[in-house]
């Protein structure tokens, strides 16, 4: 049976597994995936232990995309290149580990074929300029103009370096966001805690698709653009998305992931 795992810290609540199995079974396969808790200063050894057992691949989540980055250079995709040193899958043969991101093009298989929001040609902000912020960043600049706000506005300055010569790219803060957006994508952290951020209620209309990369919870700023009458989505079809690239990957088998996305949504 081929082996699969996902790790993180902590690791308890991934859906990755049931979202795995569900792919597997519309395709008749069986397999194994198990959630799998790393120590904070074990992932290399975890990684080499499923390495060593056979495993053929794995999902890697908070905190340790940056060391499976590490881990799987210099033979990481392009995708993974693009990403901001942050990879989610790894593959595995004897002697290599492949490393590579499917959460940008997660978030834009969301947005575009489930939300059916075309992305060409909109004015897109990203709120945050964190490991979440990096990872799908490249895969939103086919956008009209791109805007990085963040707390910290050097780390957004930092993020559009080396774009801004091809593309319409700018970084501000958020009290200084001034014009409505087509595309809103809450790439922060600050939902966790329930934390809203200071954004003023003019970049939001009705023909705005408000999206936050988190899922499972209403967060401030869902609900903050819920009041002021855009479309509101959370992060599950993009998790959902990202894990659909990674089983094409592995498997060269592509999911249905509408039926997933919604039995998921039930379950709740
Ligand atoms: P992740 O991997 O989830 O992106 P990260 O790299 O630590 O985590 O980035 C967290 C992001 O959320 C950052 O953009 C951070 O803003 P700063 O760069 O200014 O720190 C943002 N963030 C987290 N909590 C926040 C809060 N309470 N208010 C505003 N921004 C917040």
């Given amino acids: 049976i081929e082996k699969y795992a996902v790790i993180g810290n902590p690791i308890e609540h991934s859906k990755s597994p049931l979202i795995h199995q569900a792919f597997a079974r519309q395709f008749g396969k069986q397999i194994h995936y198990e959630r799998l808790l790393s120590p904070l200063d074990g992932f290399s050894s975890t990684i080499k232990r499923l390495q060593a057992e056979g495993?053929?691949?794995?999902?890697?989540?908070?905190?340790?995309?940056?060391?499976?980055?590490?881990l799987s250079y210099p033979n990481l995709t392009e995708r993974a290149l693009s990403a901001g040193e942050a990879v989610n899958t790894l593959t595995f043969t004897a002697t290599d580990i492949q490393g590579d991101n499917t959460d940008g093009i997660g978030l834009r298989n969301d947005i575009e074929g489930n939300l059916g929001f075309e992305i060409r040609g909109k004015n897109i902000l990203i709120l945050g300029a964190g490991g979440a912020a990096h990872g799908v960043l490249m895969s939103l600049v086919g956008a009209n103009s791109l805007t990085i706000a963040n707390r910290t506005l050097a780390k957004a300055l930092k993020m559009i370096t080396g774009l801004y010569h091809d593309y319409d790219v700018r970084a501000v803060e958020y009290e200084n966001l001034n014009v409505r957006y087509d595309l809103i994508v809450n790439a922060t952290s600050a939902g966790l805690t329930d934390s809203a951020l200071p954004l003023p209620d003019r970049i939001f209309s009705s023909d705005t698709l408000a999206y936050d990369m988190m899922y499972g919870r209403e967060t401030p700023f869902m609900h903050q653009a819920r009041t002021a009458g855009a479309q509101v989505a959370d992060g599950l079809g993009m998790l959902v998305e990202q894990a659909a690239e990674a089983f094409y990957l592995w498997h060269g088998l592509r999911p249905a992931t509408s039926p997933v996305i919604a039995a998921i949504r039930q379950q709740r």
């Fill in 55 to 70: 495993y053929i691949g794995a999902n890697v989540t908070v905190p340790f995309k940056f060391e499976a980055y590490q």
